[in-house]
C-alpha cells in the first residue's frame, strides 16, 4: 500500500529541490517513490503541474515505434509513423499514472500564489533514515496518508532547526577575555 504525503514550499525551486533529494535517497534504497510532482500555483490562479514522467512524450515514442513496424508490413512506413505518433500522443495525454491530476490541482488551487507543493506516493521506506536524510529541509505538511505517529514524526523532522556550519548545539561559544563562563568555578593552581 503507498502513502501520500504533500509538502508545500515558498517557491517552484525549494520544491524540486526536496523532489531532487527524494529521488537521490530512491537511488540509495531509503525509499520507494511511484510517482513526486510538483504543483505551482500561478500569479494569475492556474495551476501547473510538474510530472516525473511527461505521459504524452511517451506514448507519442511508443505510438510511433508501432506505427512504423505496422507500416513496414503495409509497406507505407511514414504513413504508419504518422498516424502512430498521434495516436500515441492522444493516449499518453489522456493516461493518468500515479497521483490523481485533479486531485492535486483542486487541492494546490488553494495555496498562496507563488508557492508549490510536492505531491509524493511513497511505496516503502527506511522511516528512521528517510527523517534524518530530512531533517530541517523546511516546507509545511500540507496533507498526509500516514498514521499519527508518522505524520507527527515528519512534520517535526522537516520543521527542525539545523545548526549551520560552526554553530554547535551542544556548548554556547566560550566568552570574550579571562573571566570564567557564569556558573563556573574557575580552576586555580596550586
Do not use: C
Not at 159 to 187: D, L
Amino acid at each position: 500500500m503507498s502513502d501520500l504525503v504533500v509538502i508545500v514550499y515558498p517557491n517552484e525551486a525549494k520544491a524540486e529541490e526536496m523532489r531532487t533529494k527524494l529521488l537521490q535517497l530512491q537511488n540509495e534504497y531509503l525509499v520507494e517513490i511511484g510517482d513526486a510532482v510538483i504543483a505551482v500555483r500561478r500569479e494569475d490562479g492556474r495551476v501547473k503541474l510538474n510530472q516525473l514522467m511527461n505521459t504524452t512524450a511517451a506514448g507519442a515514442i511508443s505510438g510511433g515505434f508501432w506505427g512504423t513496424l505496422v507500416g513496414l508490413i503495409f509497406l507505407m512506413p511514414l504513413l504508419g509513423a504518422a498516424v502512430g505518433l498521434a495516436s500515441g500522443a492522444l493516449g499518453g495525454a489522456l493516461s493518468d499514472y500515479g497521483i490523481n491530476d485533479d486531485f492535486m490541482k483542486k487541492l494546490a488551487s488553494k495555496l498562496t500564489p507563488g508557492t508549490a507543493a510536492l505531491f509524493v506516493e511513497i511505496r516503502k521506506m527506511t522511516e528512521d533514515k528517510l527523517l534524518e536524510a530530512i531533517r530541517g529541509t523546511g516546507g509545511e505538511l500540507l496533507q498526509t496518508s500516514l498514521d499519527h505517529t508518522k505524520e507527527q514524526a515528519l512534520r517535526e523532522a522537516i520543521s527542525a532547526h539545523v545548526p549551520a556550519v560552526g554553530e554547535s548545539s551542544i556548548m554556547p561559544p566560550p566568552p570574550a577575555g579571562n573571566a570564567p563562563p557564569a556558573g563556573a568555578s574557575p580552576n586555580r593552581a596550586a
